[in-house]
């Protein structure tokens, strides 16, 4: 059932390419709107909203900090995102101008569920992203997106963020598309190149030998530093609650900007930073914030477009992915911290697919 593969949770990472595809097949087309079939909302309905929320829990939760970037970019609505246990008690502002967008793999996370019923109750509209066809989310929801991954068995979640990814831009796009928010021509060039990212995932996925050379050096240590900015902030902390899932080293996830705030405190000779540079504006920010824990001896592995050579100047391991729009990068760039991250576990002797402590679905609150 694993297919040749040694564990589903790299089987699962090497079927990205179809599972993005699926999901994006009989949506996007170029030349023509994105069709999402199961979300009814009309342009007036749209424009009634005054605030959009999305909820979730875990790496879904990190999906939705990614759609935030793209429905506030591309449709210009306001979005809030937030974890569901923390959403739920916090007494936020629900109304009938109110959408919902809860994102959940399994469709059945507790909190999530009851974060869904709740804005319900008090009027709200809720659209669910999931995985799994008829699950309690996907029933109870207003409108629903499915991903299509396909059955995701590694309790991390791999295919199944990818998918959400793809979710959260193709609402954006509808959105945008809707309020006339973009020129079309830009909305059709996004399309254009979110169809050719099937094929530059397989392209990451056909050497990691880097990958794994990295992961070897690391896999021993305590602590590891990712760092971002812009979108690449958002890929940071996806990959570093990966890395500790799969492989028990502690992890944080810092925007670069932040670092001098404070936790420049704790890079110290030998560290591992790991980072990925996707946003063209944000280049030279970035490259000085890799200088400076550089300069105090950290190691970094960065993740960056193959046209972007310089990178190589200052830091030790460089993971090249295919270009694209800087918009979409955090579908290609995950993509090498999700392998690094099965690597590390390898090479500890971990449970991968199964990690200590960690269910599938997490049905209690
Ligand atoms: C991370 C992971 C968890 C889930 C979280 C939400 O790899 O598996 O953080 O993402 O428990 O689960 P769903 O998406 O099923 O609501």
């Known amino acids: 059932e694993k297919g040749g593969y040694a564990h589903f949770t790299i089987k699962e990472i090497y079927e990205q ?26 342009k007036d309905m749209l424009t009634n909203y005054s605030r959009i929320y999305i909820v979730a829990c875990g790496t879904a939760y990190h999906a939705g900090l990614i759609g935030k970037v793209a429905i506030e970019n591309l449709a210009r609505i306001p979005v809030e995102v937030d974890v569901a246990s923390e959403f739920r008690y916090r007494n936020p502002i629900i109304d009938h101008k109110t959408l919902l967008i809860t994102i959940s793999q399994s469709g059945e996370t507790a909190d999530t569920l009851a974060v869904l019923r709740e804005s319900q109750t008090k009027g709200a509209r809720v659209i669910a992203i999931t995985n799994v066809v008829g699950s309690s989310i996907a029933r109870e929801a207003d409108d629903v997106f499915y991903t299509w991954a396909g059955p995701e068995i590694g309790v991390a979640s791999t295919k199944a963020y990818l998918t959400m990814l793809v979710a959260v831009y193709s609402i954006a796009l509808h959105f945008a598309e809707l309020l006339g928010t973009e020129e079309t021509s830009y909305l059709e060039e996004i399309k254009k190149e979110m169809l050719t990212l099937p094929e530059k995932v397989a392209k990451i996925l056909k050497d990691t030998t880097k990958i794994e050379h990295f992961a070897d050096k690391i ?20 990959a570093s609650l990966k890395l500790k899932e799969l492989s028990y080293i502690h992890s944080e996830a810092y925007p670069g900007g932040e670092l001098k705030h404070g936790s420049i405190a704790l890079i110290e000779e030998g560290i591992s930073v790991i980072t990925s540079l996707t946003q063209r504006e944000l280049f030279e920010k970035m490259q000085s914030n890799i200088k400076e824990v550089v300069s105090r001896g950290a190691k970094v592995m960065a993740i960056t477009y193959e046209d972007n050579k310089d990178v190589e100047k200052y830091s030790d391991e460089v993971i090249y992915i295919p270009n694209t729009m800087d918009i979409i990068a955090p579908i290609l760039a995950v ?3 999700q392998l690094l991250a099965y690597y590390v576990s390898l090479y500890k002797g971990l449970d991968v697919d199964k990690p200590r402590n960690l269910a599938k679905s997490v049905t209690v609150e």
């Open 17 to 42: 390419p179809k599972a993005l595809k699926d999901t994006m097949t009989s949506r996007i087309i170029p030349g023509e709107k994105i069709r999402l079939d199961d979300i009814h909302i009309s």
């Open 219 to 238: 896999h021993g240590e305590k602590d590891v530093f990712y760092l971002g900015r812009g979108l690449d902030y958002q890929i940071a902390v996806e």
């Open 335 to 337: 993509v090498p911290t």
